[in-house]
C-alpha cells in the first residue's frame, strides 16, 4: 500500500532542525514519498524547493507541491526545470490559495490550467498528484460542478489524485462512486488528518469545507484540556478510519502531520504499518 507524509516548509532554523528529525521518524515506515506545501501565493516557494532539496539529499523521495496561483507560465516552467535538476519525479499540482487580502476571484487560472502548463513544458517527466474534495470543494456551488472540475484535472493529464481530509468514510466512498459513473479511474488516496488540538482543527475545518462529524467535535471539546486524553482520543478515532479505508481496499493514504511524527506514527503502528527492520 501506498504511504506518504506531508510538511510544511519550516520559517525558523529550529524549525528545520525539528522537521529533520520528524523526516527521520516517518522514514522509518518507508513511505513512497513525503510532500512539501506552497504558500498562498507562492510565499514558501524557496523553502518548498529547500525541503525538497534536504531531503533528496538524504535519500527520501520528495514531492513539492505547486500552486499555480497568479505564476505566469514561464516562471512555472523555471521552477519544473529546477525540481528536474533536482531529479523530482512526483509533482502535487495545485490551484493554490491568493496572498492575504486578494480575492480567490483574482486567481485567473486552476489547477487544470497548471497541469497542461506541466505536460506541455515537461511531458511525463513527472509523476503528477491533484486535490479531490470528498466533501466538495468550498468554492463549488455542486457537487456536479465539483466533479467536474475533477474530471477537467484528470483530462489534462493528472496521474492521481489525494483528497482533502475527512473523518466521515462515507463520504470517501460516495465520492468514490461518483467517479467511477464519470469513468475517473485514477488512484484517488485518502488524505488523514491526525487529531491533535480542539481550536485549531475545528478553525481549519471551516476554511478548508472539512466536516467534523458533531460525535467528534464535542469529544474534543470536552478533553480540550487534557492533552494526554484528546491525544490518544484522536488517535483511536483517526486508527479506526483508516482501518475502515484500509479494509475497504484504499490503494494508500497519505497523512498531514503538520510537522509532527507523534499521531501520525502512532497510527500507522497501530495499522501495522511499521517497517520490521526499520
Not at 507560465?73 to 523555471?78: F, G, T, V
Not at 467534523?212 to 494526554?228: A, H, N, S, Y
Request: with cysteine.
Amino acid at each position: 500500500m501506498r504511504l506518504s507524509f506531508e510538511f510544511f516548509p519550516p520559517r525558523t532554523r529550529e524549525g528545520e532542525q525539528s522537521l529533520g528529525k520528524v523526516a527521520a521518524k516517518l522514514d522509518d515506515f518507508s513511505p513512497d514519498f513525503f510532500s512539501c506545501t506552497y504558500g498562498a501565493g507562492g510565499s514558501t516557494r524557496a523553502g518548498t524547493r529547500e525541503v525538497v532539496a534536504h531531503l533528496g539529499a538524504l535519500g527520501m523521495s520528495c514531492a513539492p507541491h505547486l500552486s499555480i496561483g497568479s505564476d505566469t507560465q514561464d516562471e512555472i516552467n523555471h521552477q519544473l526545470d529546477a525540481y528536474a535538476a533536482l531529479d523530482v519525479n512526483r509533482i502535487v499540482a495545485l490551484r493554490g490559495d491568493p496572498p492575504s487580502g486578494m480575492a480567490r476571484s483574482h486567481l485567473v487560472n486552476n489547477a487544470e490550467t497548471l497541469v497542461r502548463w506541466i505536460r506541455e513544458h515537461s511531458g511525463n517527466r513527472f509523476h503528477l498528484e491533484v486535490a479531490a474534495y470528498p466533501e466538495v470543494h468550498p468554492d463549488a456551488v455542486s457537487p456536479e460542478q465539483d466533479l467536474d472540475y475533477f474530471k477537467r484535472k484528470v483530462d489534462a493529464g493528472a496521474n492521481s489524485a489525494i483528497t482533502q481530509y475527512f473523518y466521515n468514510v462515507h463520504a470517501y466512498f460516495d465520492f468514490l462512486a461518483r467517479c467511477d459513473r464519470a469513468n475517473l479511474n485514477i488512484p484517488i488516496i485518502p488524505g488523514i488528518m491526525p487529531l491533535t488540538n480542539y481550536e485549531g482543527i475545528v478553525r481549519f475545518s471551516q476554511n478548508c469545507g472539512a466536516d467534523i462529524p458533531r460525535w467528534i467535535r464535542k469529544q474534543l471539546e470536552t478533553r480540550q484540556d487534557d492533552k494526554k486524553s484528546l491525544l490518544a482520543f484522536g488517535v483511536e478515532v483517526v486508527t479506526r478510519l483508516c482501518e475502515d479505508l484500509v479494509a475497504a481496499g484504499v490503494s494508500g493514504l497519505h497523512f498531514y502531520t503538520l510537522n509532527r511524527w507523534g499521531a501520525s506514527s502512532k497510527i500507522c503502528r497501530n495499522l501495522g504499518l511499521e517497517n520490521p527492520g526499520g
